[in-house]
């Protein structure tokens, strides 16, 4: 089977740093597009940044400028550099994957989630 699973949230102050690591494990053949998605108390689940296999990034237009997306396609893993935290970053980021295992089944798997809280 294949698992996603999400690591290096916190608490930070505004103004400050995290990065988020999203990696991918088990029966992979091959991983597509990988996604960033968060969802604050009370709110929908958005889109925060994306990136192809080949390298194409898509971010929110809330954090462009802030935020970096990246993969490391020999590990399997995908990043999330966040500079200058705001209070509205707060939220639970999920990564998702789009993988084909090597049963060549293709799926959109998500991780647990990771807590983010920017707070002074």
């Known amino acids: 089977q294949v698992q996603v699973v999400e690591s290096g949230g916190g608490s930070v102050q505004p103004g400050g740093s995290l990065r988020l690591s999203c990696a991918a494990s088990?029966?992979?053949?091959?991983?597509?597009?990988m996604a960033w998605h968060r969802q604050a108390p009370g709110k929908q689940r958005e889109l925060v940044a994306s990136i192809t296999d080949g390298g194409i990034t898509n971010y929110a237009d809330s954090v462009k400028g802030r935020f970096t997306i990246s993969r490391d396609n020999v590990k399997n893993t995908m990043y999330l550099q966040m500079n200058n935290l705001k209070p509205e970053d707060t939220a639970v980021y999920y990564c998702?994957?789009?993988?084909?295992?090597?049963?060549?089944?293709?799926?959109?798997?998500w991780g647990q989630g990771t807590q983010v809280t920017v707070s002074s």
């Open positions: 998702n994957a789009d993988i084909r295992n090597r049963s060549m089944r293709r799926e959109l798997y």
């Open positions: 088990g029966s992979i053949f091959g991983i597509y597009t």
